[in-house]
């Protein structure tokens, strides 16, 4: 079973800055592409950024220029900084993996469990 462990999100007002943090558990052995996803109710879940192991990053144009993804495939780790947070940037985060599992022969997505991002004054 592949986890994905998010942390840091939170309550922001606006114009303030948020970092999450995703770590993969230890039984992935290859990684292409990690990212982040959010939902909101009034919107199905889209892209925020991805990042590949090679370290090219794509964004969505809501966030380009205010987010930031990175990503560390040593550690099995991908962050996200996310500055000029907007209201409507709120929404549940995902963290999500195209990787290999130790034992597997094909490249699968995983997702972790989410993390809330509100802005709010």
């Known amino acids: 079973q592949v986890q994905l462990v998010e942390s840091g999100g939170g309550l922001v007002q606006p114009g303030g800055s948020l970092r999450l943090s995703c770590e993969a558990s230890e039984n992935i052995v290859r990684i292409n592409v990690m990212g982040w996803y959010r939902q909101s109710p009034e919107k199905q879940r889209e892209l925020v950024a991805t990042?590949?192991?090679?370290?090219?990053?794509n964004y969505a144009d809501s966030v380009k220029g205010r987010f930031t993804i990175s990503g560390d495939n040593a550690e099995r780790t991908v962050y996200l900084q996310m500055n000029s947070l907007k209201p409507e940037d709120t929404g549940v985060y995902y963290c999500?993996?195209?990787?290999?599992?130790?034992?597997?022969?094909?490249?699968?997505?995983?997702w972790g469990q989410g993390t809330q991002v509100t802005v709010s004054s």
């Open positions: 999500a993996l195209d990787g290999q599992r130790v034992g597997t022969g094909y490249i699968g997505r995983y």
């Open positions: 990042i590949t192991s090679s370290g090219s990053t």
